[in-house]
């Protein structure tokens, strides 16, 4: 994907503000192959402002609350990526689709900070100290260890029926909606 600098996009958001053509037209002007970018250009840009369309060269650290609020957000509503990435004030739309993903493969911990780099090398005495501890460890806490994941397991296959029983009524409740929306059209035609 082609990136653009701050001053095209700019340039790009102003015109269509400035209602000097369509999405289309604008788009196919600069040579764009498509006008869903300019979109979400002047989305990001009306939530966000200037910041929207620059590209942030500094990574701002997100908590471990503040992900796993996004990733709830996104599973329990029906927003876009993009849309709750303009909501939540993120520049970013792919990081929350990452966090997503990691969440759905590896649940509430891989949202959690982890230490960049290689792990320190102690020296052969220290490391021999260190296996015995780790493995006297391992004996002690191996069964309560399963039942903390038996547990965590438990609930996140609760926590996943619910959310899948809440979207089969919704969806059900709209699908009875449109129904009652179309038989009410459909008899009104055929009383006039």
Known sequence: ?????????????????????????????????????????VATYKKLGDNGLKRSRS??????????????????SELSYQELALQMGINNPSMLARWVNDFKIAGPDALRPHRKGRKKTLSTSQSRETEAQVQHTEVDTRAE????????????????????????LRLEDEAKRRGLRTSSSVSEDNSN
């Open 1 to 41: 994907m082609a990136k653009h600098s701050y001053e095209f996009k700019k340039q790009l958001v102003s015109e269509y503000l400035d209602n000097q053509g369509s999405y289309a037209s604008i788009s196919q002007k600069h040579g764009m192959s498509s006008s869903c970018q300019l979109k979400t250009w």
């Open 59 to 76: 990574r701002k650290e997100y908590s471990f609350e503040e992900k796993l609020s996004v990733v709830e957000s996104y599973l329990t």
């Open 145 to 168: 260890h399963v039942k903390e994941l038996e547990d965590e397991l438990l609930k996140l296959r609760i926590e996943n029926a619910v959310l899948k029983e809440l979207r089969r």
